[in-house]
């Protein structure tokens, strides 16, 4: 019984972490109906702009709100300079500059800081909170801060005028245009929340895996089930998905199919979902007469 207690824990820690990368996708999918492939890559990227400022000295926290403000600046130039171009061209044509976006993040972090694993720090205390023996005090507070992004986030789209207006942006341009809403300039913000939320899961996320350019691709695949098993248009269904997925490759790994093919979990939950229920748990069914 212990063993499962820590299992089913322990995938709630890291299913927050899928989570947070997955309210990113969410955040992109919502302005511009495609899915971020360079998502991972993107919070990557961010999370060594983070280990370099506190290699410069800065404090930790004073370097994630530091990361946090670049990502969004980050995620702003990108959409401007890079996703405005083709945001007309075929989905093809999208899906190759994603792709293409996250080779060029992955190659150039690989040669400023080299593929050398780097170790990054933790906020949190290494004693286990409460006294408990099931789950760390950095895996707490990975999901207590996935909870407090989502709430900021929920806060965020539901009482400011610039989160409803990014609201309509998404759901209908021409309405929004119409009422003089700047809606390219609210996509463009869309893309910024999004680099934001991804480097936090970022520097979560290094604390447990190491730094690594490569550290963020079986995290962007779980990322992309939880996202789909919620539905890519609802926030709190892109959480909701997270710790389910999370807590499912723990759980079958563990007692079931071995850890060596828990990633074919994330597969399995892909393709079921896109089968069964394409719009997952709380997505919308959008219906169109033709």
């Not at 890559?41 to 946090?68: D, K, Q, R």
């Amino acid at each position: 019984m212990d063993a499962l207690l820590q299992q089913v824990f322990a995938g709630l820690a890291t299913g927050g972490i899928y989570a947070s990368v997955a309210l990113a996708l969410v955040m992109i999918y919502q302005a511009t109906h495609h899915l971020n492939f360079a998502q991972g890559e993107m919070a990557m990227f961010s999370t060594y702009l983070a280990w370099s400022m506190i290699n410069a000295g800065f404090g930790y926290w004073a370097a994630f709100f530091l990361t946090v403000s670049l990502s969004f600046v980050l995620g702003v130039v990108i959409e401007r300079v890079i996703i405005r171009p083709v945001e007309n061209a075929p989905v093809l044509s999208v899906v190759v500059v994603f792709i293409g976006l996250l080779v060029i993040l992955n190659s150039v972090t690989g040669w400023i800081y080299t593929y050398t694993i780097k170790t990054f720090p933790s906020p949190f205390p290494t004693a286990p909170l409460f006294g408990n023996k099931f789950v760390s005090s950095h895996q707490i507070g990975a999901i207590g801060i996935t909870l407090v992004v989502l709430l900021l986030l929920f806060s965020f789209f539901r009482f400011t005028p610039l989160g409803l207006a990014m609201r309509a942006a998404a759901q209908n341009p021409v309405s929004a245009k119409l009422v003089g809403i700047r809606v390219g300039w609210m996509l463009a913000l869309g893309w910024g929340l999004a680099a934001a939320i991804g480097s936090i899961a970022g520097m979560m996320v290094a604390p447990i895996v190491f730094l690594d350019p490569n550290m963020m691709g079986g995290i962007l695949l779980y990322a992309f089930a939880a996202a789909l098993v919620g539905g890519v248009d609802s926030p709190g269904g892109a959480v909701f998905g997270g710790f389910l997925v999370g807590v499912l490759e723990n759980v079958l790994g563990a007692f079931v199919i071995g850890n060596e093919l828990k990633l074919a979990v994330a597969l399995v939950l892909i393709i079921g979902v896109l089968v069964v229920k394409p719009s997952g748990f709380f997505g919308k069914v959008n219906v169109s007469r033709v």
